[in-house]
């Protein structure tokens, strides 16, 4: 939690800096650069339901990563990212854990659509995340596998930043998992995140 509090102090710093030093209106930059983090909760579905007199829990994580928007036109925009989500959706028997979804680099490719055309203007947006495990507690292998996001999101303006609160939802395309506790791991994730672009 320490580290994450750090690392998320620094990327606000460096936003923030790099946003005073932009005069240039934002709504007219081809490219906008900036930060995101936030919670997510994820639960975790099997096929059949976990064997064994196993029980799927869902958990509550962090999420904070490096994000960038392509202004195509007025309306298009094209939303690449990368971040680290810390998950906290596990398998479990009575108090003993088997199986702990591991720390995640999300690469993201959205497409982005403005829903209107005012001061905070909202947007939906839609594309594919690569996930790769790197850390995990379990006694069995994650795999890397692909999801499908869709989320909600606002543009709000100031002079020299925008703030943008989004809601996401993800789903995995495949089994996340070689457990034989389990058939067909998949998660699904809700996130609230917040971003700060300049």
Known sequence: MRQFIIVTSLMWIVTCVFAQNNEIDLKN??????????????NLQTKDGPKYGYSEDGGIGLNFGMTAEYNVNQTITFLPRVAFSFN???????KEIEYLMPINLDISTYISCALAKNRNNPYLYLGPTYSIPFNSKSTFTSKKYLSIDIGLGLNQYFKKMIFC???????ALGNVSDSA???HLIPHTFSLLFGFKG
């Open 29 to 42: 930059k081809r490219w906008i650069f900036g930060i995101q983090t936030g919670v997510n909760y994820q």
């Open 165 to 171: 609160p989004e809601l996401r939802y993800s789903r």
């Open 181 to 183: 506790l389990s058939d």
């Open 88 to 94: 906290g959706a596990k398998l479990s028997y009575g």
